[in-house]
């Protein structure tokens, strides 16, 4: 099974990347933050700094799951673990549990610094027929950032992958 990626962004902003040869993160270093993201999700939260090696900069991300089939990952950027701004969250919604899918959508709406999120978009992340990974960014360097691009894919491809959801 495959899941469907949506992209939210604040109006103006424009997407400026390919997304069909993007591919940031490759070879061993995504084996080794996927297996990471796999692991550690097992949990019910988690925080990881990921060093960009000078292509980003450093990348927070935390975890937290909400139910058992349910979950969002924000993305922030900061130094010393410390975040100095978000840059993105990601709900990642299996349609297993509607109930719990929901809850993760009223806890991200409900957030201050998602409000850049117009009604509309809320509204068209619907029910999943199927999983979804809803991507919400902050800003338009965010939105064009490859390497952020790379890490919610991981991300939430070790999130379905440990339900048991991907091929």
Known sequence: MHYTGKLFYPRGAKLELDQESLSPIQGKTAYQL?????????????????????????ILVRFRKVGQTAAYAAFAHGENGTVQKLDAVVAFLTGLDHEEDQRVLEKLHAAPSLRKIGPENWESVGEPN???????????????????????????AAFLDGLGLLD
């Open 34 to 58: 996927f297996s990471q993201f796999k692991k550690e999700m097992g949990g019910e939260e988690f925080d990881a700094r990921v060093d960009a090696g000078g292509l980003s900069h450093t």
């Open 130 to 156: 199927g999983p979804v990974a809803a991507a919400f960014f902050m800003n338009e360097p965010a939105l064009n950032n490859a390497i952020l691009h790379g890490l919610m894919s991981l991300a939430g």
